[in-house]
Protein backbone atom coordinates (compact mmCIF):
# COMPACT_ATOMS: atom_id res chain seq x y z
CA UNK A 1 0.00 0.00 0.00
CA UNK A 2 2.74 2.27 0.92
CA UNK A 3 4.50 1.63 -2.42
CA UNK A 4 1.51 2.50 -4.32
CA UNK A 5 1.04 5.64 -2.43
CA UNK A 6 4.62 6.43 -3.01
CA UNK A 7 4.10 6.03 -6.73
CA UNK A 8 1.00 8.56 -6.76
CA UNK A 9 3.17 11.12 -4.83
CA UNK A 10 6.14 10.75 -7.17
CA UNK A 11 3.49 11.29 -10.19
CA UNK A 12 2.08 14.09 -8.49
CA UNK A 13 5.10 16.07 -8.02
CA UNK A 14 6.83 15.01 -10.96
CA UNK A 15 3.65 16.61 -12.92
CA UNK A 16 4.08 19.51 -10.92
CA UNK A 17 7.32 20.25 -11.54
CA UNK A 18 6.44 19.94 -15.33
CA UNK A 19 3.79 22.30 -15.58
CA UNK A 20 5.63 25.26 -13.40
CA UNK A 21 7.46 26.24 -16.20
CA UNK A 22 4.32 27.06 -18.18
CA UNK A 23 2.89 28.81 -15.04
CA UNK A 24 6.34 30.95 -15.07
CA UNK A 25 5.60 32.39 -18.42
CA UNK A 26 4.17 36.30 -18.34
CA UNK A 27 2.53 37.50 -21.54
CA UNK A 28 1.37 41.14 -22.00
CA UNK A 29 0.37 43.39 -24.53
CA UNK A 30 -0.53 47.38 -24.31
CA UNK A 31 -2.04 49.35 -27.43
CA UNK A 32 -3.09 52.43 -28.42
CA UNK A 33 -6.85 52.43 -27.30
CA UNK A 34 -7.83 54.84 -29.68
CA UNK A 35 -6.93 53.00 -33.06
CA UNK A 36 -9.09 50.58 -35.06
CA UNK A 37 -6.45 48.21 -35.84
CA UNK A 38 -8.75 46.63 -37.91
CA UNK A 39 -7.69 49.24 -40.65
CA UNK A 40 -4.64 47.81 -41.73
CA UNK A 41 -4.29 45.25 -44.30
CA UNK A 42 -0.37 44.97 -44.80
CA UNK A 43 3.28 44.95 -42.66
CA UNK A 44 6.27 45.58 -43.28
CA UNK A 45 9.58 44.19 -41.45
CA UNK A 46 11.76 46.45 -39.82
CA UNK A 47 13.84 44.68 -37.55
CA UNK A 48 14.38 40.92 -36.07
CA UNK A 49 17.01 40.45 -33.42
CA UNK A 50 18.01 37.28 -31.54
CA UNK A 51 20.92 36.23 -29.39
CA UNK A 52 20.89 33.28 -31.37
CA UNK A 53 20.54 34.41 -35.26
CA UNK A 54 18.37 30.77 -35.60
CA UNK A 55 15.98 32.07 -33.56
CA UNK A 56 15.40 35.22 -35.85
CA UNK A 57 14.00 33.20 -38.62
CA UNK A 58 11.74 31.36 -36.08
CA UNK A 59 10.33 34.29 -35.02
CA UNK A 60 9.98 35.83 -38.73
CA UNK A 61 8.46 32.34 -39.91
CA UNK A 62 6.00 32.51 -36.86
CA UNK A 63 4.70 35.91 -37.09
CA UNK A 64 4.21 35.77 -41.04
CA UNK A 65 2.04 32.33 -40.35
CA UNK A 66 -0.07 34.42 -37.21
CA UNK A 67 -0.26 37.16 -38.94
CA UNK A 68 -1.98 35.77 -42.07
CA UNK A 69 -4.58 34.33 -39.79
CA UNK A 70 -5.24 37.83 -38.77
CA UNK A 71 -5.61 38.95 -42.66
CA UNK A 72 -2.84 40.79 -42.68
CA UNK A 73 -0.37 40.45 -45.41
CA UNK A 74 3.65 41.26 -45.58
CA UNK A 75 4.77 43.70 -48.05
CA UNK A 76 8.41 44.06 -48.86
CA UNK A 77 8.17 48.18 -48.57
CA UNK A 78 5.36 50.44 -46.97
CA UNK A 79 3.12 48.43 -45.41
CA UNK A 80 0.44 49.56 -43.28
CA UNK A 81 2.30 48.60 -40.21
CA UNK A 82 5.78 48.23 -39.55
CA UNK A 83 7.05 45.34 -37.00
CA UNK A 84 10.01 44.78 -35.12
CA UNK A 85 11.25 42.07 -32.96
CA UNK A 86 13.52 41.59 -30.62
CA UNK A 87 14.75 37.98 -28.31
CA UNK A 88 17.86 38.14 -25.82
CA UNK A 89 18.57 35.42 -23.83
CA UNK A 90 21.80 37.35 -22.49
CA UNK A 91 21.78 41.06 -21.59
CA UNK A 92 19.26 43.04 -21.04
CA UNK A 93 22.04 45.90 -23.02
CA UNK A 94 20.70 44.07 -25.30
CA UNK A 95 17.05 46.10 -25.85
CA UNK A 96 18.69 49.33 -25.38
CA UNK A 97 21.26 48.90 -28.67
CA UNK A 98 18.33 47.22 -30.27
CA UNK A 99 15.60 50.58 -29.92
CA UNK A 100 18.54 52.64 -30.39
CA UNK A 101 19.50 51.63 -34.17
CA UNK A 102 15.51 52.02 -35.25
CA UNK A 103 15.95 55.57 -36.31
CA UNK A 104 12.92 57.74 -36.77
CA UNK A 105 10.55 54.74 -34.81
CA UNK A 106 10.10 56.50 -31.50
CA UNK A 107 9.46 53.24 -29.10
CA UNK A 108 7.27 55.78 -26.32
CA UNK A 109 4.41 57.73 -27.17
CA UNK A 110 2.01 59.20 -24.19
CA UNK A 111 -1.51 59.50 -24.90
CA UNK A 112 -2.82 61.25 -22.15
CA UNK A 113 -2.60 60.59 -18.28
CA UNK A 114 -3.99 57.07 -18.45
CA UNK A 115 -2.47 56.52 -22.06
CA UNK A 116 -0.34 53.56 -23.80
CA UNK A 117 3.61 53.96 -22.66
CA UNK A 118 2.82 56.42 -20.61
CA UNK A 119 4.55 55.07 -17.64
CA UNK A 120 8.10 56.10 -19.18
CA UNK A 121 9.52 53.10 -18.44
CA UNK A 122 12.53 52.32 -19.51
CA UNK A 123 13.96 49.10 -21.74
CA UNK A 124 16.38 48.40 -19.31
CA UNK A 125 14.17 47.28 -17.03
CA UNK A 126 12.77 43.84 -19.33
CA UNK A 127 13.62 41.05 -18.18
CA UNK A 128 16.45 38.90 -19.97
CA UNK A 129 14.37 35.50 -22.03
CA UNK A 130 11.70 37.88 -23.38
CA UNK A 131 10.23 38.74 -26.48
CA UNK A 132 8.79 41.81 -27.76
CA UNK A 133 7.12 42.16 -31.01
CA UNK A 134 6.37 45.92 -31.00
CA UNK A 135 3.81 47.31 -34.21
CA UNK A 136 4.65 51.14 -35.33
CA UNK A 137 2.22 52.93 -37.95
CA UNK A 138 4.43 53.38 -40.84
CA UNK A 139 3.80 56.94 -41.73
CA UNK A 140 4.04 58.31 -38.15
CA UNK A 141 6.22 56.24 -36.73
CA UNK A 142 4.56 55.79 -33.47
CA UNK A 143 4.20 52.97 -31.45
CA UNK A 144 0.68 51.33 -31.83
CA UNK A 145 1.13 47.68 -30.17
CA UNK A 146 3.52 45.92 -27.95
CA UNK A 147 3.51 42.29 -27.28
CA UNK A 148 5.42 41.01 -24.25
CA UNK A 149 5.98 37.11 -23.49
CA UNK A 150 8.62 36.08 -21.08
CA UNK A 151 10.09 32.40 -21.42
CA UNK A 152 12.79 30.40 -21.25
CA UNK A 153 14.70 29.23 -24.01
CA UNK A 154 16.39 26.31 -23.19
CA UNK A 155 17.05 22.37 -24.37
CA UNK A 156 17.07 20.89 -27.90
CA UNK A 157 16.27 22.90 -31.48
CA UNK A 158 13.06 21.83 -31.42
CA UNK A 159 11.90 22.39 -27.84
CA UNK A 160 13.21 26.34 -29.15
CA UNK A 161 11.56 25.95 -32.29
CA UNK A 162 7.70 24.97 -30.48
CA UNK A 163 8.89 27.55 -27.68
CA UNK A 164 9.47 30.84 -29.97
CA UNK A 165 5.94 29.33 -32.02
CA UNK A 166 4.01 28.90 -28.50
CA UNK A 167 5.63 32.62 -27.53
CA UNK A 168 4.56 34.24 -31.31
CA UNK A 169 0.93 32.54 -31.29
CA UNK A 170 0.13 33.36 -27.72
CA UNK A 171 0.87 37.33 -28.66
CA UNK A 172 -0.46 37.31 -31.72
CA UNK A 173 -3.27 35.98 -30.95
CA UNK A 174 -4.14 38.90 -28.84
CA UNK A 175 -3.90 41.21 -32.48
CA UNK A 176 -5.85 43.14 -33.00
CA UNK A 177 -7.61 44.52 -30.40
CA UNK A 178 -10.89 45.35 -29.80
CA UNK A 179 -11.94 48.92 -30.46
CA UNK A 180 -14.69 50.57 -28.80
CA UNK A 181 -15.77 53.46 -31.26
CA UNK A 182 -16.02 56.91 -28.87
Known sequence: ????ARVFVTAFFTTAMAVT???AQ?????YDHTVNFLKFKTYTWQKVHATDPGVEDRISIAVNRDMGGRYMTEV?????????????????????TFYGSLGDFSWQRGWGSAGFLDSQATLNDVPVDTLIIDMYDTKTHKLLWRGTVTETLT???DNKDNTVDKAVTQLI??????????
Open 155 to 157: GSE
Open 76 to 96: PKGGDVTITAVEAAQDKQEFT
Open 21 to 23: PVL
Open 173 to 182: SKYPPKYKKS
Open 26 to 30: TVTID
Open 1 to 4: MKSI
